[in-house]
């Protein structure tokens, strides 16, 4: 299979060349641009039923490609930093909550949904954590196998230079054992950790365990994993807890996932107002980065509480992006680099998600922005 991508080469190493010197603390001509933008938007925009993506792993490697070469071609970023696309299996946010026995909702053409089936405590004491292939982590493993046999037969090229499409190491896109709870039980579960704190204890402990011999599990299968002990947690449904609680039910299971997996780095997600957790979330979880964090959080105070401790990565409104105009987004733009893009190894991010039907003009007005706040800051960016 041969396949074209309508984008040079010259870009993709400035991109590479901007995150490199990123990760150094550096910057060159201006800060780097990563968009949380998931198949669901690709899918709208090219006009292609949601649904279908998930027929099997030939269908989705199919979409996945042609999401690339969307993305390449019609949106300004740094998300393609080598001369190569990478594939992997995609399930939305449902992997685990399949893998622990929840009930997924499979639309048409909206976003895949968890429906909560432990509806007790009696049922929660009961649960059992599943074998580390049960539901959809199996679905990526087989699914994983087969994109990399698919990938080993696809010739892929930037404007006719080679190239080549890499499938990374199995990512079980970990959520949170706090988040899998919320998706198992429901908002229920945040009365239950008041009315039964012993037992949800028993049950977050049961999600780690869980997710630990799932995680381990694959590390054998693929060893690459392992190799890089770089670990991410999603703990998106945590901002609405106090910080006594985030302390004692989510601190506890995610520095377990942490000292297991993320030796070398650790990256957690939360959309939302986090403010309150974020001494939580360096002290006590030492993450490395935070990643595509919600917009919620104003970049003079996570400035404040994370600058220079953290990478940061984010936090443009994306419900901005999808209805206000280009001009708006490069103003809210030019805000948010006032207070953060000073920051070493800060990326310039939506906070979190675009949205489908975003229009291109919005988005690309970021990349834009960057470019001129750089302009204003002669004394920070060197060029490229």
Not at 63 to 83: G, T, W
Not at 253 to 280: I, N, T, V, W
Not at 351 to 377: D, M, Q, V
């Amino acid at each position: 299979m041969k396949f074209e991508i309508d984008y040079p080469l010259e870009e993709i190493e400035k991109s590479r060349r901007r995150l490199e010197a990123g990760a150094k603390g550096e910057r060159l001509d201006r800060v780097p641009v990563i968009f949380c933008i998931v198949p669901r938007y690709f899918a709208e925009a090219m006009g292609v039923k949601y649904g279908d993506i998930f027929k099997d792993a030939d269908a989705q490697y199919d979409f996945l490609l042609r999401s690339a070469k969307y993305l390449a071609e019609n949106i300004q970023s740094d998300m393609i930093s080598a001369p190569e696309i990478s594939v992997h299996p995609y399930f939305d946010n449902v992997t685990a909550a399949s893998h622990f026995g929840g009930c997924i909702e499979w639309p048409e053409n909206e976003t895949l949904q968890a429906v909560p089936v432990i509806d007790t405590i009696d049922k929660m004491k009961a649960f059992e954590i599943p074998g580390p292939e049960e539901g959809l982590y199996g679905t990526v493993i087989k699914w994983h196998a087969r994109m990399k046999e698919l990938a080993a037969d696809t010739e892929l090229s930037f404007r006719g230079k080679p190239g080549r499409v890499n499938v990374p190491p199995i990512n079980l896109m970990a959520l949170g054992p706090h988040m899998v709870a919320i998706d198992l039980v429901g908002g229920d579960f945040y009365w239950w950790c008041l009315e039964e704190p012993e037992a949800c204890k028993e049950f977050l402990q049961k999600i780690t365990d869980g997710i630990t011999e799932a995680e381990e599990h694959i590390r054998k299968i693929d060893p690459r994993g392992g190799a890089y002990d770089v670990f991410g947690i999603a703990e998106d449904s945590s901002t609405v807890m106090s910080r006594e609680m985030f302390l004692e039910f989510v601190v506890p299971y995610d520095k377990q996932l942490y000292e297991r997996f993320g030796k070398k780095h650790r990256s957690m997600h939360m959309c939302g107002p986090s403010g309150h957790l974020h001494a939580a979330l360096t002290d006590e979880l030492r993450i490395n980065s935070f990643d595509s964090f919600g917009y919620q959080v104003k970049p003079e105070y996570i400035a404040k509480t994370m600058g220079g401790r953290v990478r940061l990565m984010g936090n443009i409104n994306p419900m901005l992006m999808l209805t206000g105009t280009a001009d708006e987004v490069r103003g809210e733009v030019m805000k948010t680099l006032e207070h953060l893009g000073p920051l070493p190894g800060y990326i310039l991010s939506d906070g979190a998600n675009i949205c489908p039907k975003t229009p291109l003009e919005n988005i690309n007005a970021i990349a834009g922005a960057a470019f001129l706040y750089a302009e204003t800051r002669p004394d920070l960016f060197s060029g490229i």
